[in-house]
């Protein structure tokens, strides 16, 4: 495909993408809360985070997760200034960049205990109390279409390393003498998040029915990140 068969001129907002992406964020609250209503919906989530929590947190120095309150937030991510360029690694190929915006207040309120296990194992404990909350998440993001001579074409989402995150944390410590918002306690946590987020930087979708040809050829199938 040459350029000028799908050069469009100046970005778009992309409204009409937002719409459907307010849509899907909306389904998705409604999943964590079994679309139920008020009180008896916000335990759903509660009780949904945490057993997930708890799942991928196993750890022999945490006890149990408690998850004491959620909030979901009401919005979803915004896409502006949607605009198509050259791909740099295919002279015929395009990528479709845009910037990503997520404006909200989604929380998490939980507490835990640290163990110590030495000299013996659970030889004392710390309790520990946070509250995760952010209300900001920016980035470039591109999407990449499948080449069609690929052996398992996909589409591709990346996300710029060079991402904003507005992340506030309250810390609780101890269960006598008590230390509060311990400075390297929300170091440490954005440090983890912000890692998260760069290793999972790229999510490959490959095309709906390639996948059980590339099973049935024995092709490598494309992972999903």
């Not at 991928?56 to 979803?76: F, K, P, R, T, Y």
């Not at 810390?171 to 170091?187: F, T």
Request: glycine fraction near 4%; proline fraction near 7%; include cysteine.
């Amino acid at each position: 495909m040459v350029e000028s068969e799908w050069r469009t001129g100046d970005a778009e907002t992309a409204e009409w993408f937002n719409l459907l992406l307010q849509a899907v964020a909306q389904t998705y609250r409604e999943e964590l809360r079994a679309n139920l209503q008020g009180g008896a919906g916000e335990e759903a989530a509660r009780a949904t985070i945490e057993q997930w929590m708890n799942k991928m947190l196993q750890s022999d120095i945490l006890q149990n997760i408690i998850i004491h309150s959620v909030n979901l937030g009401e919005s979803a991510p915004r896409v502006t200034e949607a605009r198509l360029i050259p791909d740099l690694h295919d002279p015929n190929g395009f990528v479709a960049e845009c910037n990503l915006s997520y404006i909200d207040t989604v929380s998490v309120s939980l507490s835990t205990s640290v163990l110590f296990n030495y000299p013996v194992p659970s030889f004392a404990r710390l309790p520990v109390s946070l509250t995760l909350s952010l209300s900001l998440f920016s980035a470039n993001m591109s999407i990449k279409p499948p080449t069609p001579t690929a052996i398992a074409p996909s589409v591709t989402l990346t996300l710029s390393p060079h991402f904003h995150l507005e992340l506030s944390t309250t810390s609780l410590l101890g269960s006598r003498a008590k230390l509060a918002d311990v400075p390297k306690i929300h170091q440490m946590i954005e440090e983890r998040i912000r890692r998260a987020i760069a290793e999972r930087a790229t999510w490959k979708f490959m095309l709906p029915g390639l996948a059980a040809r590339t099973a049935r050829e024995g092709l490598p199938e494309t992972p999903v990140k």
